[in-house]
């Protein structure tokens, strides 16, 4: 029995970088000799008539060793190989799934004696796991009950240099499996599939607005006046223009310029960018949704949300209830609503909108084991640190908590009822802020004047404020209507109905440290806005 476990295999235990060189010295080899055999070791094309995951559902009542008179041609990498004289068996996977090669070297040299007199003992020789194979033959079930196709035909597509790991999550080093993502895929079925759900969650996403009459829109990435979040920008720099430009941090304010021109319900799907801490749920680079919808208001944003991410868990999933990390969440509506002060009031016993003065509401906060308000310069934001201190991470189920301090909330309406506060909510699943929204402010003046408050502190040395954009500024002077206007966190929202821990584990290729110095540990968690 030949298999793969010398030091030329695939599948070899020596992952020094000596022994790493001596495979791919040994497959450059066999590169060399099918081109000596007149055989392309880098094919052009291959006609596929079947999925494999098509096959296994066709024939899955296929009776062990029962054979169907049925032409298929297939394609797929090498997974494993097993060679027993006169018979191989090769395990194919392709993006469907795996079916196993059934390799006899009666049949392969009838079929194949004509173009290849040694076609089974190339086969035996030149192929290793991970080659890229195409296969023609018909379905045949093992004696043992194993699918299979029995090869007529086949031909080398892509010849692989380097090696599979043995077992990729095994290796020590975690980063490896988001640096090296295309292996990760490759011997991972489950990483496949969460990258498959998320793009179904998008294109859910899509199609749920897209039905109440959304118009997705464009944005720009490169922008004069970053604007729409508290957080600190990429800088970059155009040459011919002679200017400094920014990564955007949010669409939220060329998107509301948008409504200003009359489109009444716009979104935007894309990647922001935000120069900040690098953790398990932050990315410096990451994905949002925003959308926005003229003569509506936060309570009609909140009702949106729900039935959306409800709808998408269900098409997603099959369920409305997922488990996250060995806890069942439920999105089935209607989801808890409370708002900052009754949420903070409940964990800590303070009813913060019982002071006028901010030592007093230092004092209280400290009393109740919230750290570091000293900094804090007004009531709001003591509240604020208390509930993220004290509630946030106890949010589990969906929760929309509303009713914010306006200091914490530059573009939010003031609230109509509430003095300090405004009409703003965010979803919290998991202990994390998944979505942000607001009746949006309109009135030009009010909102000049939080954006100088903004601009202000960045002259003070804060690197998230923002500066005064001129520009939208005077697009909110021509007059936009009431709105309202949300974004949801698209990296977060996947990583709960994908279970994944990690929100590396849900972008397929997350900005990591040069290799030698990347350590998952030094990642900093600083919060991020959506």
């Excluded at 199609?207 to 957080?231: C, F, I, K, N, W």
């Excluded at 949010?250 to 900040?276: C, D, I, P, Q, S």
Aim: one cysteine or more.
């Amino acid at each position: 029995m030949a298999s793969d476990s010398s030091p030329n295999s695939p599948n070899s235990d020596d992952s020094n970088d000596s022994g790493i060189s001596a495979i791919r010295a040994a497959r450059l080899q066999k590169v060399e000799e099918l081109k000596q055999l007149g055989m392309t070791p880098y094919a052009y094309t291959w006609e596929v008539t079947h999925p494999v995951a098509d096959l296994q559902a066709k024939f899955v009542d296929l009776a062990a060793g029962a054979e169907a008179d049925f032409d298929v041609s297939i394609a797929g990498r090498i997974m494993a190989r097993r060679v027993f004289g006169k018979l191989a068996f090769f395990t194919l996977q392709d993006e469907t799934g795996t079916i196993q090669l059934y390799l006899d070297k009666k049949t392969i040299q009838a079929e194949m004696g004509a173009a290849d007199e040694q076609a089974f003992e190339h086969l035996k020789k030149l192929t290793d796991a991970g080659d890229i194979l195409g296969a023609r033959g018909t379905i045949k079930r093992t004696d043992k009950g194993e699918l299979s196709v029995k090869v007529k035909q086949y031909a080398m597509l892509t010849k692989s240099l380097l090696p599979l790991p043995d077992k990729f999550h095994g290796l020590t080093d975690v980063a490896k499996r988001y640096r090296q993502r295309y292996v990760d895929l490759i011997v991972n079925p489950e990483v496949r599939d969460t990258f498959r759900k998320r793009a179904q969650i998008t294109a859910a996403i899509r199609r749920h607005l897209d039905q109440l009459g959304y118009l997705e829109v464009e944005t720009p990435v490169l922008q004069s006046e970053p604007g729409g979040a508290e957080a600190r920008p990429f800088v970059t720099y155009h040459n011919t223009l002679d200017m400094e430009l920014y990564l955007r941090i949010a669409t939220e304010l060329h998107l509301k310029r948008m409504v200003v021109g009359g489109f009444e319900k716009v979104f935007e799907l894309g990647r922001v960018f935000r120069n900040e801490g690098v953790s398990t749920r932050h990315n410096p680079e990451f994905t949002t949704i925003e959308m926005y919808q003229a003569y509506g208001d936060y309570q009609n944003m909140m009702a949106l949300t729900e039935t959306m991410i409800e709808a998408i868990a269900q098409s997603v999933t099959g369920s409305t209830t997922v488990t996250y990390q060995g806890e069942d969440i439920s999105f089935a509506r209607p989801w808890q609503r409370i708002t900052m002060h009754e949420a903070v009031q409940a964990k800590t016993g303070i009813d913060f909108s019982q002071f006028d003065d901010l030592a007093e509401a230092k004092k209280a906060a400290t009393a109740a084991g919230i750290r570091e308000v000293d900094g804090c310069k007004s009531i709001g934001h003591v509240l604020n640190e208390a509930f993220e201190q004290a509630v946030e991470e106890t949010l589990r189920q969906p929760t929309f908590v509303t009713d914010y301090p306006v200091e914490i909330s530059p573009l939010s309406k003031p609230h109509r009822s509430k003095p300090g506060l405004v009409e703003r909510f965010e979803l919290f699943t998991v202990g994390r802020e998944t979505a942000n929204g607001f009746s949006e402010l309109t009135d030009p003046v009010d909102q000049r004047e939080r954006l100088e408050l903004q601009a202000a502190k960045k002259e003070a040395g804060d690197l998230e404020a923002c500066s005064v954009d001129e520009d939208f500024i005077t697009a909110l002077e021509y007059g936009m209507p009431p709105t309202v206007g949300m974004g949801i966190g698209i990296d977060r929202l996947v990583m709960v109905l994908t279970d994944a821990a990690s929100i590396r584990d849900v972008i397929a290729f997350p900005l990591l440290k040069p290799e030698k110095s990347d350590s998952l540990s030094e990642a900093v968690d600083s919060p991020v806005d959506l």
